[in-house]
């Protein structure tokens, strides 16, 4: 009788502790299921640079004091990388290849002769500035919840990485993309798919 009320016990525990692996896991799926997602908003070279580097210039989170100057210039090249691609543009030249360029007042720059493409056409708008704002801001949910990023710089908030990394990319990527409902995105920059890919797709 003694052997079954254990046998019993011991079933219910390894449910309850099954359940509870469940849900952490469902939990952490949810959590980088939103990252990846905001990701998708970020060029890929940036993202390919600092997930590629961090853990190399943050000695996986065990930081000193040269890892953390050596993070925080990294964050910022990639910070000003993310804005910087919202200012490009591309477009298919006449020669039939890829031409990239900067967007201006007056259209990209430089602006090598193209009789296909009217370059004007490519100037600066409001919509550049807001879609860098965004960038920049997605980066930065991106970068500062970073495992490596957190144990560098504030290991004492890791308790609450969590529960952020949970509540800010689903509110981050809904504001994206009510903001790129009113701004739509026409750009193919540098670290986006190109006009040329866009064409064949």
């Known amino acids: 009788m003694g052997e079954t009320i254990k046998s019993s016990g011991s079933g219910k525990s ?24 905001l990701i998708k908003l970020l060029p ?5 640079l600092f997930q590629f580097l961090n853990p190399v210039v943050t000695n996986n989170g065990h930081c000193y004091t040269i890892n953390k100057y050596l993070t ?3 964050l910022g ?4 990388s993310c804005c910087f691609s919202s200012f490009t543009d591309s477009y298919l030249g006449s020669d039939g290849m890829t031409h990239y360029g900067v967007a201006t007042k007056n259209g990209l720059w430089p602006s090598p002769d193209s009789e296909s493409v009217n370059l004007s056409a490519y100037k600066l708008r409001v919509g550049d500035f807001v879609h860098a704002f965004l ?10 919840l970073d495992s490596n990023t957190v144990d560098c710089f504030y290991p004492s908030f890791e308790s609450t990485e969590k529960l952020l990394l949970m509540v800010l990319p689903p509110v981050i990527g809904a504001i994206s ?3 790129f409902m009113m701004f739509p995105n026409k750009r193919h920059g540098i670290g986006y798919p190109s006009s040329e890919t866009q064409q064949e797709s």
């Open 77 to 80: 090249i990639c910070g000003f």
């Open 44 to 48: 890929t070279g940036t993202v390919f």
């Open 14 to 37: 390894s449910k309850s502790s099954g359940s509870g692996k469940s849900t952490r896991l469902s939990i952490s799926d949810k959590a980088f299921t939103g990252v990846g997602n």
């Open 177 to 179: 993309s009510t903001v």
């Open 135 to 144: 960038s920049l801001i997605v980066f930065a949910v991106v970068a500062l």
């Open 72 to 74: 925080g210039i990294l």
